[in-house]
């Protein structure tokens, strides 16, 4: 069996609908592009028909991908979660002890992560460094330039 994967109930229902969308629009889509190519005569010069196979073999590889997903997929409750401590889904404001920069970030799981909403993920090198972490902890965390300290300000759901 694949390795659980961890999602809000918002990025669940972003990934089924994503599902839903592939199988109730594109797949038919796909089918009907075939059909059209196999209409036009000889199928061993048709660069159109290979074409369409083409993608319906990347389509239903995504779907396949996406069932997986789905079923290895567990919804966190954060309303249980211990909010003394940074943990997954937690709203953590963190500064920057070297600039005196502040920034909140809320973290995620990998497949939910999303700079421009400020959701980083779990995995990534600010992430793992803050984990487990209490408020006034520094944070020291090992990214690409090299060690960082963050001090963590506040933590939250």
């Given amino acids: ?27 038919p889509r796909v089918s ?11 199928l061993s010069e048709n660069a159109e028909y290979d074409a369409a196979k083409e993608a319906q073999g990347l389509l239903e590889m995504k779907i396949s991908q ?40 809320t973290l995620v799981a990998e497949n939910e992560a999303n700079l421009k909403e400020k959701k980083i993920s779990v995995d990534s090198p600010i992430g793992k460094g803050l984990l487990g972490h209490s408020v006034g902890d520094v944070a020291d965390v090992q990214t690409p330039g090299g060690v960082i300290q963050f001090e963590i300000i506040d933590i939250s759901r």
């Fill in 32 to 42: 009907q592009q075939i059909a059209e190519a196999r209409d036009k005569g000889d």
């Fill in 1 to 27: 069996m694949s390795d659980i994967t961890y999602y809000t109930e918002q990025g669940l229902k972003s990934l089924k609908d994503e599902l839903h969308q592939l199988e109730a629009f594109e797949r």
């Fill in 66 to 105: 996406l069932k997986t997903l789905i079923s290895t997929a567990r919804v966190l409750d954060d309303s249980e979660m211990d909010t003394t401590k940074v943990l997954i889904l937690s709203k953590v404001k963190i500064k920057n002890l070297k600039n005196g920069m502040e920034v909140q970030y």
